[in-house]
C-alpha cells in the first residue's frame, strides 16, 4: 500500500470498529453504521506531533498506526482512511476540503485542511466525517440539503447552502461544568449555535492535503502545534484529553445540558489516562500542550 489507491485488508478495519454487519451492501443503513462505529472506537488525536513524530499522508502508514496500533489520528489520516474504506466496499465517495471556523476571527479560517467526505446513495447525497472531534462530532452521515434540521446526540446539525460555499452549524445546549475551577475554562463552549466549518462541492485529490499537513504541524500559529489534543466519543457523549486536561462529557438532552467533568492530571498520570480510557498506546513519550486557542469542547 502507499498514497495511492489499492487493495486494503478491509476485514482487520471491521473489526478495529466493531462492524459485524454484512459488507457488500452500499446502503445508508452501513454508512451509518460504520460511520458511528468509528467515531466511537477510534480517537481523533493529533498527539504524534507532540510526541516527535510526523504525521503522512502515506495510507499504509495510516492503516498501521490507525487500525494495528492501538492509536487514532486527525482528519487528514481518519477521513482519509474512511474514504479508503467507503471506496473499497463501493461507496461513491468523492473528496471535499473545508475550512473550519476560528471564533477568535469570528470566521474560517483560511486553510482548507480539513479533509471530509461526499456519499452519494441512492441519488442522495450525505456529508461522512468521522474526525472533528468533541461535541462537533456527526455520529451519523449529515444529508445534504441546505437548512434541514438533523437532530443527533450532541444536538442538532444544520447544512446551509450560500452559494459559494456550504456551512456546518450546530445548535447545542448549555454547558454545566460540574468542576468549579473550570467553570470560566476557554474549553468550555457557551455559543448555542455555532459555525464549525465551510465546504464547496469541488472535488479533491489527496495531494490537495500534502502541503497543508506538512504546513500545520509546523506552524507555530497552527491549532495542532499549540494543543495536544485526544478525543473519543462515547454512548452518552464524549471524553477528551486536552494538554493535561481531562474531561468527560454527557449529553443530557431531556434537561437541556451537557454536563461536563473536567480535571487536571499530572504527566505521570499521562500514559494510563490514554490506555484506559481512549485504548491510546504511545510508543513516544508525549509533552502535553494546552495554550489558549480558539479550540473547544
Same mark, same amino acid.
Given at each position: ?7 486494503m ?9 466493531g462492524?459485524?454487519g454484512?459488507?457488500d ?10 460511520h458511528?462505529?468509528?467515531v ?5 488525536e ?9 504525521i503522512?499522508m ?6 498501521n498506526?490507525?487500525?494495528?496500533s492501538?492509536r ?6 481518519n ?6 474504506v ?17 471564533r ?6 483560511a486553510?482548507? #485542511?480539513?479533509?471530509?467526505h ?5 441519488? &442522495? $447525497?450525505? /456529508?461522512?466525517?468521522?474526525s472533528?472531534? +468533541? ?7 449529515l ?12 444536538g442538532?446539525?444544520r447544512?446551509i447552502?450560500k452559494?459559494d ?8 445546549r448549555?454547558?454545566?461544568?460540574l468542576?468549579?475551577e ?7 463552549n ?9 465546504f464547496?462541492l469541488?472535488?479533491r ?12 504541524q ?6 495542532f502545534?499549540?494543543? #495536544? ?5 462515547t454512548?452518552?457523549?464524549? &471524553? $477528551?484529553? /486536552?494538554?493535561?486536561i481531562?474531561?468527560? +462529557?454527557?449529553y443530557k438532552p431531556?434537561?437541556?445540558?451537557d454536563l ?5 492530571i ?7 489516562v ?11 513519550k ?6 489558549k486557542?480558539?479550540?473547544t469542547?
Open positions: 500500500m502507499s498514497s495511492s489507491e489499492g487493495r485488508n478491509l476485514e482487520e478495519y471491521f473489526q478495529r470498529i462492524f459485524h454484512p459488507s451492501k452500499m446502503d445508508l443503513a452501513t454508512l451509518r453504521s460504520i458511528k462505529l468509528h466511537m472506537s477510534i480517537p481523533f493529533n498527539l504524534s506531533i507532540h510526541c516527535g513524530e510526523w503522512t502515506d495510507l499504509e502508514t495510516i492503516f498506526k490507525v487500525v494495528r492501538s487514532g489520528g486527525w482528519c487528514l489520516e477521513n482519509y482512511l474512511f474514504g479508503w467507503l471506496r473499497e466496499m463501493g461507496f461513491s465517495a468523492t473528496t471535499l476540503s473545508s475550512r473550519a471556523f476560528n477568535i476571527i469570528d470566521d474560517f479560517g486553510l482548507d #485542511s480539513h479533509l471530509i461526499k456519499v452519494i446513495i441512492d441519488g &442522495k $447525497a450525505y /456529508i461522512a466525517d468521522v472533528f472531534g +468533541v461535541s462537533s462530532q456527526i455520529w451519523e452521515p444529508e445534504l440539503v441546505s437548512g434541514k434540521d438533523q437532530p443527533q446526540a450532541a442538532v446539525f447544512l447552502d452559494g460555499i456550504w456551512i456546518l452549524e450546530k445548535t447545542g448549555k454547558p454545566k461544568v468542576n468549579p473550570f467553570a470560566k475554562s476557554s474549553l468550555v457557551r455559543k448555542e449555535t455555532k459555525p464549525i466549518y465551510c464547496t469541488e472535488p485529490q489527496v495531494d490537495h492535503f500534502f502541503e497543508k499537513s506538512q504546513r500545520i509546523r506552524d507555530p500559529a497552527s491549532l502545534t499549540n494543543k #495536544s489534543i485526544c478525543s473519543l466519543q454512548p452518552t457523549g464524549f &471524553k $477528551a484529553l /486536552i494538554g493535561c481531562y474531561s468527560e +462529557v454527557t431531556e434537561e437541556g445540558v461536563l467533568d473536567m480535571r487536571n499530572t504527566e505521570d498520570e499521562l500514559d494510563q490514554l490506555t484506559e480510557q481512549f485504548n491510546v498506546k504511545l510508543q513516544n508525549l509533552k502535553p500542550v494546552c495554550n486557542t480558539f479550540y469542547l
